[in-house]
């Protein structure tokens, strides 16, 4: 990011609510489950599979985290009943990972197991660095009671993850692999983007290696390359991998990848506490967080819309 593009993302928390509302309406499917019933069908109409997301991070109160989960089983009973080519992604902080390990395992138990009983599957999404460890551990409790139809995430920028796929291995875990998204400090992260790049490849070649499945969560075209010419040296098919992105980004990459025969499976978040998810989106993105400030720039200096066309 530029200091420029700094500045933009820093302001953006005075932009108004419907501004941010119709720049972000492409990243969250909307405020309620019906809303992410209807991206999903649409995405599954066009050859992508979904993964629905509730936004809810922030919550203090272990009622909280039990309505997330109940949020959750509403999402597979939907999925289900609507006949959906759709698993779910749960942030464990959502379901109160820093309020309770044991409330936190229980919540994400009984998820799996309703899973299991619906054919489906739980991602566990990886957060800031400070939960690695229970994240961790939460995956191998529940693979320890039994429980395969869950999977994890790995980060690339975190200098452990190498270490952290061979002690896995016993596992063979089914894996997301990503950049990674949070602020993490040099002493535990890469921080040049060609590190991260490198990252990721060397521990998806070796997630390749030992059989792991894949999400390879990425849109950047350098990582989608080296990652497609990967899954060809390890002579994986389309049953062993999937490339991941998120709702609104790449959708015409998206288009390509699965055309080519890749299966994609597309991250779907909904929810009420779609304003602070748009902000984070928007924040990383200096390209949105720009388009934003023009936005608003437009609005101020041509509320009528009579320069459009002219830019
Ligand atoms: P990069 O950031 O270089 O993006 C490549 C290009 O894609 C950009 O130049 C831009 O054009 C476009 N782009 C990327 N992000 C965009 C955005 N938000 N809006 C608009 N355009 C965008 N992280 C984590 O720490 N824990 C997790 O559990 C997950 N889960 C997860 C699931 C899925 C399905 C995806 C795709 C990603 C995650 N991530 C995540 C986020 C991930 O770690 C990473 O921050 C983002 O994917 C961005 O990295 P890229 O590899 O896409 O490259």
Redesign the pocket.
């Given at each position: 990011m530029t200091l420029f593009d700094r500045a933009i993302a820093r302001t953006l928390p005075a932009v108004p609510r419907p501004i941010v509302r119709r720049i972000s309406a492409r990243?969250i499917a909307g405020p309620e489950l019906a809303d992410a019933c209807r991206a999903v069908r649409q995405l599954n109409e066009s050859g992508r599979r979904a993964?629905v997301a509730v936004l809810g991070e922030e919550i203090e109160t272990a009622g909280e985290a039990e309505e997330i989960a109940r949020l959750y089983h509403d999402v597979l009973e939907a999925a289900e009943r609507e006949e959906l080519d759709a698993n779910v992604?749960v942030?464990p902080s959502a379901l109160g990972l820093l309020l309770d390990f044991g409330l936190c395992r229980a919540l994400l138990r009984e998820l799996v197991e309703d899973a299991a009983g619906r054919s489906s599957f739980v991602?566990?999404?990886?957060?800031?660095a400070t939960t690695t460890d229970d994240t961790f551990r939460l995956y191998r409790e529940l693979r320890d009671m039994g429980l395969d139809n869950v999977g994890l995430?790995l980060?690339?920028?975190l200098r452990r993850t190498l270490a952290d796929v061979d002690a896995l291995a016993d596992l063979r875990p089914n894996v997301?692999l990503?950049?990674?998204?949070?602020v993490e400090p040099a002493r535990i992260a890469f921080q040049e983007?060609d590190e991260v790049r490198s990252g990721?490849l060397d521990a998806l070649d070796r997630l390749l290696a030992l059989g792991s499945y894949v999400?390879i969560?990425?849109?950047?075209?350098r990582?989608i390359g080296e990652s497609l010419r990967l899954l060809g040296k390890h002579g994986r098919g389309p049953d062993e991998y999937e490339f991941?992105?998120?709702l609104?980004?790449?959708p015409e990459r998206a288009g390509e990848l699965v055309a080519d025969g890749n299966p994609l499976?597309?991250?779907v978040p909904f929810g009420r506490q779609w304003y602070e998810y748009s902000l984070r989106?928007?924040q990383?993105?200096p390209?949105?967080a720009g388009h934003v400030a023009s936005d608003v720039a437009r609005r101020v200096l041509d509320p009528f819309g009579l320069l459009r066309g002219r830019r």
């Open positions: 990243y993964t992604s942030k991602r566990i999404d990886m957060e800031d995430v980060q690339a920028y997301r990503c950049k990674g998204i949070y983007p990721f999400g969560a990425t849109h950047d075209e990582l991941q992105m998120l609104g980004v790449r499976r597309v991250y989106r928007l990383e993105n390209a949105v």
